[in-house]
């Protein structure tokens, strides 16, 4: 077992010093080289499969009426048929409904992968259907099925399945999370990114992704959006996409091929709905930014590190703190020099969507939002060494950060995430502890790079519970942060039969619509989740309620609300003296006190937007807290 170990350990270490220190090619636009030695990076194998098989799985999303699937292949041969259907079983047999050609564009790598991948759009697609599918391919020798399912808006509970960070150093299938996610049965697949570890090696990569989570990826929708280790970085700042000069990255930028990234993109988000802002960022790379409307859900879908600037990037170089750009390491730093002007992180597109995706509430009982990272640097240990702070996070830049929590607060917005190797729950402070929302943050489907919370001072305001360092921080970066739950691992590396040491997992986010409280689960490797007393890590589930993502202490309050010929409707607040929607809420019920953050004058619009059952009240004025009044509004 201990060799097992140290080879384990090993071939991380190999992995991640590639990612830092591997020699940049003379032309990293056209193609990358061949590692020295493939065998040290542990490469994937792509198999010869039976042609009845070349379709190695398929994934799909369906939104306001369209559909969008891709099906990912195995290599083609030469004389092999290019076209490819996607048919639907609607109770007399098969019938086609979208056809295309299979795609071979060039990743540009050194093993010149191709793409082969087919994808398909049917639009007025008629959501409430359950319907099977099928992807035929080769002239009808290879076929796919699975189930285009039903929107489950009339459902009580909607239940996301959550998960990050897809090591390689165990390319093991996953039966023990296959079996509990089939038995827990989720509407909706996550995949916050690093399905693929192996940087110049994604097609490879993502068909062994394919294999190991095909089987429940086939039957219900699935996000998946890339994030660094997929496009070949070990961190990823990408600045709008200009080309990186160093494989750190930490100039900014993409170091990989512009046809790599974008073939990377292609594969894992072509299926999302169309992005809202279609525009491509430098050298062509698309963006994939975008909303998902499913269960009464609403899902704002955000690439963290595409617009964010790098710490060695072209604005007021970051001072470095560190034995890297980004990492701080030296005692007694300022976190306010390191916030310097015109840094990035999600950048004005994306704020300009989120603003307007947090006012439209229709169709919508909740609204979450899909990203790589947290946005607060929510830990202290990364492979034992103790950092002050890390710009990898998305605690940093700090302004760009209360920008993006403020605007996620505003339509009281719950938020899922990955990337950072140990699983939290923490709830965002902009000017004040707890007045944001509630972030998780899931464990690791394979933890084989240690992130510990272990902060070295008490917290200001504790919070009981299971494990110790619960509650209210001001953590490296200045941000204010609430520590709810986290899950250190205990063994480094994990023994490959007690994954669950390492604290390698996924999360379950439960919304229910009748209650409107979010239920978060964390559930470690190896646990059988159907059987009685089956154990979550120390701290799970967590059970908050939706209002509580806009913790906000209010000054005044304006006249409780008594609505008459409708429940649960839309409530927007609006501040007169600034013409700022304060936030967007449809309530539960008939019955709402709206809170406010300045004595003054308010408009308010009650109803149900785009239609004729909408009121505009202008010029209610504030309370205080301790005075009441009613507000009758029929619609």
């Known amino acids: 077992m201990k060799l097992i170990r140290l080879l384990?350990?090993?071939?991380?270490?190999?992995?991640?010093?590639?990612?830092?220190?591997?020699?940049?090619?003379?032309?990293?636009?056209?193609?990358?080289?061949?590692?020295?030695?493939?065998?040290?990076?542990?490469?994937?194998?792509?198999?010869?499969?039976?042609?009845?098989?070349?379709?190695?799985?398929?994934?799909?999303?369906?939104?306001?009426?369209?559909?969008?699937?891709?099906?990912?292949?195995?290599?083609?041969?030469?004389?092999?048929?290019?076209?490819?259907?996607?048919?639907?079983?609607?109770?007399?047999?098969?019938?086609?409904?979208?056809?295309?050609?299979?795609?071979?564009?060039?990743?540009?790598?050194?093993?010149?992968?191709?793409?082969?991948?087919?994808?398909?759009?049917?639009?007025?697609?008629?959501?409430?259907?359950?319907?099977?599918?099928?992807?035929?391919?080769?002239?009808?020798?290879?076929?796919?099925?699975?189930?285009?399912?039903?929107?489950?808006?009339?459902?009580?509970?909607?239940?996301?399945?959550?998960?990050?960070?897809?090591?390689?150093n165990d390319r093991r299938l996953k039966p023990d999370m296959i079996a509990n996610l089939k038995a827990q049965d989720p509407d909706l697949l996550f995949f916050s990114g690093d399905q693929s570890y192996d940087h110049e090696d994604h097609l490879g990569a993502w068909l062994l992704f394919g294999r190991q989570f095909g089987e429940i990826i086939r039957d219900r929708p699935m996000v998946s959006i890339p994030d660094d280790h997929d496009v070949g970085h070990g961190n990823l700042w990408g600045a709008g996409g200009k080309a990186?000069?160093?494989?750190?990255?930490?100039?900014?930028?993409?170091?990989?091929?512009?046809?790599?990234?974008?073939?990377?993109?292609?594969?894992?988000?072509?299926?999302?709905?169309?992005?809202?802002d279609p525009a491509p960022i430098q050298r062509g790379?698309?963006?994939?930014?975008?909303?998902?409307?499913?269960?009464?859900?609403?899902?704002?879908?955000?690439?963290?590190?595409?617009?964010?600037?790098?710490?060695?990037?072209?604005?007021?170089?970051?001072?470095?703190?560190?034995?890297?750009?980004?990492?701080?390491?030296?005692?007694?730093?300022?976190?306010?020099?390191?916030?310097?002007?015109?840094?990035?992180?999600?950048?004005?597109?994306?704020e300009k969507f989120l603003q307007a995706w947090g006012e439209d509430w229709r169709g919508a009982e909740f609204k979450v939002v899909l990203s790589q990272t947290i946005f607060s640097y929510a830990t202290n240990l990364s492979r034992g060494q103790r950092l002050l702070a890390d710009l990898d996070s998305n605690g940093w830049p700090q302004s760009g950060r209360r920008r993006a929590v403020d605007l996620m607060r505003r339509s009281f917005a719950f938020h899922i995430s990955g990337d950072q190797h140990l699983a939290v729950v923490a709830q965002y402070g902009v000017d004040d502890w707890r007045d944001a929302g509630f972030a998780f943050c899931v464990p690791s489907t394979v933890n084989y790079y240690p992130r510990e919370w272990q902060p070295l001072v008490p917290p200001a305001n504790p919070i009981k519970?299971?494990?110790?360092?619960?509650?209210?921080?001001?953590?490296?970066?200045?941000?204010?942060?609430?520590?709810?739950?986290?899950?250190?691992?205990?063994?480094?590396?994990?023994?490959?039969?007690?994954?669950?040491?390492?604290?390698?997992?996924?999360?379950?986010?439960?919304?229910?619509?009748?209650?409107?409280?979010?239920?978060?689960?964390?559930?470690?490797?190896?646990?059988?989740?159907?059987?009685?007393?089956?154990?979550?890590?120390?701290?799970?589930?967590?059970?908050?309620?939706?209002?509580?993502?806009?913790?906000?202490?209010?000054?005044?309050?304006?006249?409780?609300?008594?609505?008459?010929?409708?429940?649960?409707?839309?409530?927007?607040?609006?501040?007169?003296a600034t013409s700022e929607v304060v936030y967007t809420l449809r309530i539960k019920g008939s019955t709402f006190r709206p809170k406010v953050f300045r004595s003054g004058s308010y408009t308010l619009k009650i109803g149900e937007p785009g239609t004729s059952r909408l009121k505009v009240l202008p010029g209610i004025k504030s309370l205080p807290p301790e005075r009441s009044e009613n507000l009758t509004v029929r619609l």
């Open 8 to 168: 384990v350990l090993s071939a991380t270490v190999l992995l991640v010093a590639a990612a830092y220190s591997a020699p940049a090619p003379k032309n990293s636009a056209t193609k990358t080289p061949a590692p020295k030695n493939p065998k040290q990076r542990n490469r994937p194998d792509i198999p010869e499969v039976a042609r009845k098989d070349a379709i190695c799985f398929a994934y799909y999303t369906v939104s306001q009426g369209v559909l969008k699937l891709t099906a990912q292949l195995y290599p083609l041969r030469d004389a092999e048929s290019r076209a490819a259907a996607l048919e639907i079983e609607d109770g007399s047999g098969w019938k086609p409904v979208a056809r295309t050609r299979v795609t071979e564009d060039d990743y540009k790598n050194y093993k010149h992968d191709k793409t082969w991948t087919a994808h398909f759009r049917v639009e007025k697609w008629d959501e409430r259907r359950t319907l099977r599918y099928r992807v035929v391919a080769l002239d009808g020798v290879a076929t796919y099925q699975g189930v285009i399912r039903a929107n489950p808006i009339d459902r009580k509970q909607i239940v996301v399945a959550a998960f990050t960070g897809n090591s390689s």
């Open 244 to 276: 990186s000069k160093s494989p750190a990255g930490d100039d900014g930028g993409y170091f990989m091929p512009v046809e790599y990234v974008k073939a990377v993109e292609r594969a894992q988000s072509w299926h999302l709905p169309d992005p809202v």
């Open 285 to 350: 790379i698309g963006v994939y930014f975008t909303r998902l409307e499913w269960g009464g859900v609403s899902f704002a879908i955000i690439e963290d590190r595409k617009f964010k600037t790098g710490p060695n990037g072209a604005v007021d170089i970051v001072p470095k703190l560190g034995p890297r750009a980004d990492h701080v390491t030296a005692e007694g730093y300022d976190p306010k020099a390191i916030d310097v002007p015109g840094a990035k992180l999600l950048g004005e597109r994306q």
């Open 465 to 576: 519970g299971p494990l110790p360092h619960l509650g209210d921080y001001t953590e490296g970066l200045g941000n204010k942060l609430t520590m709810y739950a986290y899950a250190n691992p205990n063994t480094f590396p994990a023994p490959p039969d007690d994954l669950s040491a390492s604290a390698s997992g996924y999360g379950l986010a439960r919304f229910d619509k009748s209650t409107r409280r979010i239920t978060i689960e964390c559930w470690p490797r190896g646990v059988d989740a159907t059987q009685p007393g089956a154990k979550q890590y120390p701290g799970w589930p967590i059970t908050v309620s939706q209002e509580d993502n806009y913790g906000r202490k209010p000054v005044a309050y304006l006249p409780s609300l008594r609505i008459e010929g409708m429940t649960d409707p839309v409530v927007q607040v609006i501040d007169e």
